[in-house]
Structure formats: C-alpha cells, structure tokens
C-alpha cells in the first residue's frame, strides 16, 4: 500500500484547534470480514491488529476518570476484537453512550449470533454503513453479496426495536460516494433513502449520515494508480468551506489505535500522525491515566491546543462539510 504522506505533507489548510473533548473514539483493530473500496484503515480478512485486554483494561481505567460522554468504536469490524463485550458493558455500566460503527453484514457471520442482541440489550448506538439503496452499487463498492446481508442485518436490528417509533435504539446508516465525487445533500439523500428502503425492503432506520472519502490507505492508493489523486485534491480544495472548520470532529474527541496511542482522529491515526498532547511526540493512554487531574486536563486543558493537519483535511471541510456524524 502507498505511502500516502509525500503526497498530504505540505499543506495550505488553515490551522486547526481542540475545543473542549467529549469524545473517545477507539479503533479496536484491522481485522474485517469485508475488503470494501473505500476503507481508510485497510481493514481485512487477514489483518491481524486487533487491541489487546491489557490495553482495553486501560480504556476502562480512563473512561472512569475521564468523563467522557460518548465511546466511539471502529475497526475493522469492531465487533471482531474478543474483547468488544467487555468493552461496552464497562461503558454501559458508567452510563456512557457507546456507539458501535457496524458494517452489518457481521450480524450474519457465524459465531456471531449473539451480536444484535447484545447490541440491543445494552442500549448501543449503531451506526451501519450503506453506502447506497441500489444493490448493484453497494456490492461494486463492498462486495458481491453484501448488499442482500446488509439488508438482512437491518431487518434483525428492526425486529429488535432499532429505529422503531418511540425507541430508544438509534440505527443510522452511512453513506460514502463512489469514484471521486462529494456527498450529495444529506437530507435529500435521506428522503430518498427512507422512502426507497421502506418501499423495496420494508426497513427503517434514524438518519442517514453522508462522509466523504478520504484520499489516503486503499482508497488513496487506488486514486495513484489511477492518475485521479490530483484531481480528487483539487475538488476537495475547489470546494473547502471555511464555516466547516469549526465543527470538525477532531476539535471534540481524540482517537485511540489499537495499541493504545493517541491521535487527532481516525484519519491522522491511519498516517501514523499522533496527537501534538502535552509536548509528547507519541502519547499512550497509560500515560495520560497517570496525569493528575486528568478530567480537567481532557475537558479544559485540551482546549486551544493544536490539531496536525495535511491536505487530507481537506475532505472534511469540503462542500457540506464531513464528519463520523455525517455532514457539519
């Protein structure tokens, strides 16, 4: 895989700083039962990074004296670490939102059989990728075959409550664009997303969250060998919005990988880009637990810190605006 970072480095995107942190957002590991297109992480059937216990011990160590509001989980297939259950439950049990970013066919894995009612039992936020309501584009995008055990993991999440009218059990679906192109708006896609979804396949779902790709791992080095990565650049350059910088996720969450260290998001994380925190050149969360006052640290002494930005970062302030919660 290309080594994206020659090509990002020098950058003209203007300087970004952290507001006050309410995030956690931890990826369990690289191991997938998908090999989708557009994967930033290169996630795999093959991959063998997965977060240790020793390391998930230290995740609940944090949780308890951080404060946090919300656990944001990815992968991979986050559900695939073996350590995912007790994970949720120490969230779950601190009452902090976990949101678990599910690429449903995993729901219908074996072994997995568990996973839905687990999901549903403790109250975890799913968020699913779809990147389309057309079967033929999804399966180009994700797989053959994906599409039908995508829906399939849906109707499970439905039977369960998920999306139900008056549940407390959010399912939102993800939306990634094909080739290189922007995200259309997300509320005229939602529309149409629910009234397609509901007409061919009878499912429901909360919101329809819309990300743009990122032009860095497979998807970046897919665009190199194309001869499309200045082109891409250039849209998401031609189409930066000022306004969205302020509500870029890195300024409220910082990102663990999967052995423990601390970055700005998923994306830097993936370029090997830790967080500037506190003077470290690359900082464990064994170390920030061993902080002193370490709430305060998170949620005050985090604010107005600098965030490490590429060129990459240009695709989450493009047109609309992108974010893991959809567009800004």
Not at 138 to 143: D, E, F, K, L, T
Not at 170 to 176: A, P
Not at 177 to 189: D, F, K, M
Request: glycine letters at 8%; hydrophobic letters at 40%.
């Amino acid at each position: 895989m290309r080594n994206m970072l020659p090509l990002l480095k020098k950058t003209d995107f203007p300087a970004i700083k952290r507001a006050r942190m309410h995030t956690l957002q931890v990826n369990l590991g690289y191991l997938c039962n998908q090999t989708c297109f557009h994967c930033h992480v290169n996630a795999g059937p093959n991959r063998k990074e997965l977060m240790d216990e020793a390391n998930i011990n230290l995740l609940i160590q944090l949780m308890e004296v951080s404060g946090i509001k919300t656990l944001d989980l990815t992968g991979g297939a986050p559900e695939m670490n073996p350590h995912f259950r007790k994970l949720v439950l120490a969230a779950r049990k601190l009452k902090i939102n976990v949101i678990d970013r599910c690429n449903l066919t995993i729901l219908q894995e074996p072994g997995y059989a568990w996973l839905a009612e687990f999901l549903a039992d403790n109250k975890v936020e799913v968020a699913a990728s779809l990147p389309c309501y057309l079967e033929d584009n999804v399966n180009a995008q994700r797989g053959d075959g994906v599409f039908q055990t995508s829906i399939e993991g849906i109707k499970k999440l439905n039977a369960l409550g998920y999306a139900a009218e008056g549940s407390k059990l959010t399912l939102n679906l993800v939306y990634n664009p094909q080739g290189i192109n922007l995200p259309p708006s997300q509320q005229e896609l939602e529309t149409a997303y629910k009234k397609e979804l509901l007409h061919r396949y009878d499912i429901h779902f909360n919101e329809l969250f819309t990300i743009t790709n990122q032009p860095i791992a497979r998807f970046g080095s897919t665009l190199v060998s194309k001869g499309l990565f200045d082109e891409y650049m250039a849209l998401l350059k031609d189409n930066f919005q000022q306004a969205n910088v302020k509500g870029v996720m890195c300024r409220t969450l910082i990102s663990i990988d999967w052995q423990g260290y601390v970055y700005d998001c998923d994306f830097n994380q993936m370029l090997g880009l830790p967080a500037p925190i506190e003077g470290e050149e690359k900082l464990h969360i064994a170390q920030l637990i061993a902080q002193e006052e370490l709430e305060t640290t998170l949620h005050q002494g985090l604010a107005g810190q600098p965030i490490t930005i590429m060129d990459h970062c240009y695709a989450c302030t493009a047109g609309q605006g992108s974010s893991c919660g959809g567009a800004l």
